[in-house]
């Protein structure tokens, strides 16, 4: 699309319903995550094994003190859905702080101290393409073992070069423009440039991206559960939850329905957020 | 073109396999003793001695790095713990069914998103422009792991029309195939209808759609082909990503790939076939890229003009 067609985007814009639910559902997830025992009294990792594969209440043989049934241990799959909700946003949360750091670092360096730097710091990015997240988190877990600090480390270290890049490039482009070069010709220095001129530029569009990567780390850290190399039982998590239900699922459909509803919304909710703000925000990024 | 474009590019991909080495050279290190993954938990102190010896890790770090390049050059990454076979052979013997399983994906994921995205795009602002777009924020939000779950509950154990795991025949490939061709139908069909829109405003398809050239003529001629060069980046990523997403869906389904045993051999501390399968992957990767990186001049002659 070229800019002259792209509608003026309207503050109201940002107050749809889809939006509305998208930061009721966020709330309520964060108030598991933060409170979980103020939601359910239920034990998430103890069951009774007499109460296993209880339907989810309204089914026959379901009741309401398990409103969405129990798993083949007898555990409160809600209570479990409650308390997963807390290791994937702190995971989801902490990597995306960390890789958006280190990969602004690392572009603004790249940007700004010349060639060889930024040929090292652009190498090292392209070698991301050919080592992904999850070769990078199988290694990992080879090596130091499964766990939310594989998980975290594997993240920051694959998610940190798209702001580097995103960053670098804009810094090239800027560098140029009469602002950068009048405040460089008033005796600013490369610091100050970066921090007061250069990085209130980029920070819009580095929001838009850190959205969309929020989710996207939202669904990997559950992946890794899934695949047993991230969090580790009997600790609930979406993803372990959902690796569990594939053993009972023609017995428990239940248990490998709800985790991924719970998933579904959450990263949906994040993603229709990055939406609004990528138009917003930011125009240019539109169809990306 | 100039063959000076070719070699570049190729000594870019040999760049980032010689890193990839590198990042495995040093995670191994950063691991503390290296034969401790090596070997099953029951080896003897001589059994661990002799071993150690023989990869050469009592010599020094400069010196294990250049015999580790060499046997990676090799395509030597010692025996599978599990299988007692060369790593690499186990690992290659597993490439053909995700192979199959990936590019059978991209299939479905042309199949949906190409009619999608192109629809969208010119019904754009309309109700199947909104509801495509909607089912496609929704296709991405939603993990193969979870869709694959739902897929085998409904076609498997409810419906019982395909099997939910193995390999054996082209009717245990349906499920994973359109499981991971889903997801990536989400981003096709999202990609193609921004890039159609981009070239409908074009300043080349006004003007031959003001020299009388008939609406079908414009669109596959001039919008299409236009469109579908960014499309071609989008799909070896997305290529990449469902080599990635194998792994998952195989553990899913419990396809015999590589992706799957991979998963297993994590399990079971096989590190030798843990690392030959990761570089397989990142093989492919890189190889994937350079494919397209040496088509994209021929799709797109301004890119080689301008580098």
Redo the contacts between chains.
């Keep these: ?2 800019p002259a ?1 792209v509608p003026p985007s309207k503050p109201g814009r940002l107050r749809s319903p889809g939006m509305l639910t998208a930061i009721v559902v966020l709330l309520v997830v964060s108030w598991w995550a933060v409170a979980p025992q103020l939601v359910t009294t239920a034990n998430p990792m103890r069951g009774r094994l007499m109460e296993n594969f209880r339907p989810l209440a309204g089914f026959p043989g379901g009741s309401l003190s398990h409103p969405l049934g129990t798993d083949g241990l007898g555990r409160d799959v809600f209570a479990r859905i409650v308390y997963g909700a807390r290791p994937s946003l702190l995971v989801g949360g902490i990597s995306v702080v960390l890789a958006g750091l280190l990969g602004v670092s690392a572009g603004l360096l790249a940007g700004y101290l010349g060639r060889t730097w930024d040929l090292i710091l652009m ?2 990015a ?2 991301q ?7 990078m988190a ?7 073992g ?1 766990g939310l600090h594989t998980a975290i480390l594997a993240l920051v270290l694959t998610g940190w070069v798209p702001y580097a890049r995103l960053t670098r490039a804009e810094l090239l482009s800027m560098r140029e423009q009469q602002f950068v070069q009048a405040a460089q010709a008033a005796g600013g220095s490369p610091l100050r440039i970066m921090i007061h001129h250069i990085l209130p530029n980029v920070v819009s569009t580095l929001t838009v991206v850190a959205t969309f990567s929020f ?1 996207q780390m939202i ?1 990997l850290e ?2 890794l559960s ?4 991230g969090v580790q039982p009997p600790q609930p998590s979406w ?1 372990s939850m ?2 569990d ?2 053993n009972y ?2 017995t428990a ?1 239940w248990t ?2 709800f ?2 509803v719970a ?2 919304a959450t ?2 909710s994040v ?2 957020i990055g ?1 609004r703000l990528r138009e917003v925000l930011d125009p240019r990024l ?3 | 073109m100039s063959p000076r474009y070719f070699l570049r590019k190729l000594g ?1 991909a040999l ?3 010689w ?2 080495s590198t ?2 050279f040093v ?2 290190r ?2 503390g003793d290296p034969v401790a ?1 090596m070997v099953s938990d029951t080896a003897g102190a001589e059994e661990v001695q002799a071993l150690r010896r023989a990869y050469g890790f009592d010599r020094s770090i400069p010196e294990q790095y250049l015999s580790f390049l060499q046997r990676v050059s090799r395509g030597d990454f010692g025996e599978s713990l599990r299988f007692n076979l060369p790593a690499l052979a186990v690992a290659v013997d597993r490439l053909p069914a995700t192979l199959v399983l990936a590019l059978s994906s991209i299939v479905v994921a042309v199949l949906i998103g190409f009619p999608v995205g192109i629809l969208a795009a010119i019904r754009r602002n309309t109700l199947f422009d909104r509801i495509a777009m909607m089912a496609a ?2 296709g ?4 193969t ?2 869709s694959g ?2 897929a ?2 409904l076609f498997a ?1 409810w419906w019982r029309i395909l099997p939910a795991s193995g390999g054996e025949t082209w009717r245990h490939l349906v499920l994973p195939a359109c499981t991971l061709g889903w997801f990536s139908a989400a981003k096709v069909s999202r ?1 193609l209808r ?2 159609v ?2 070239v409908l ?1 074009a300043d080349f398809v006004r003007t031959a759609h003001a020299k009388g050239v008939p609406q079908s003529q414009v669109f596959l001629k001039h919008v299409l082909p236009n469109a579908l060069i960014s499309v071609t980046a989008m799909l070896t990523l997305e290529f ?2 469902l080599l ?1 997403g194998a ?2 869906t195989e ?2 389904f419990a396809y015999p790939g590589m992706g799957r045993l ?2 297993q ?3 079971t ?1 096989d ?1 030798p076939l ?2 030959s399968i ?1 570089f397989v ?3 492919l ?2 190889l994937t ?1 350079l494919l397209v990186d040496w088509l994209y001049p021929w799709l797109d002659p301004r890119i080689a003009r301008d580098r």
């Design positions: 699309m070229t067609e190498g090292v392209d070698i393409i050919g080592f992904p997240f999850l070769l199988i290694t990992l877990a080879a090596i130091i499964p989710a669904i559950s992946a899934f695949l047993g190399l993803g959902l690796s239900a594939r699922l023609t459909w490998g329905v985790p991924g998933i579904v990263v949906l993603n229709v939406e539109r169809g990306l | 870019q760049f980032i396999v890193g990839i990042i495995v995670a191994i950063l691991s993954l924020l929704l991405q939000s939603t993990p792991f979870w779950l739902l085998i509950l154990a990609v921004s890039a829109m981009e405003s990449q990503l990635g792994i998952i553990t899913v991979v998963i051999a994590v399990g501390r590190y843990v690392q990761v992957f990142s093989f990767l890189v890229n």
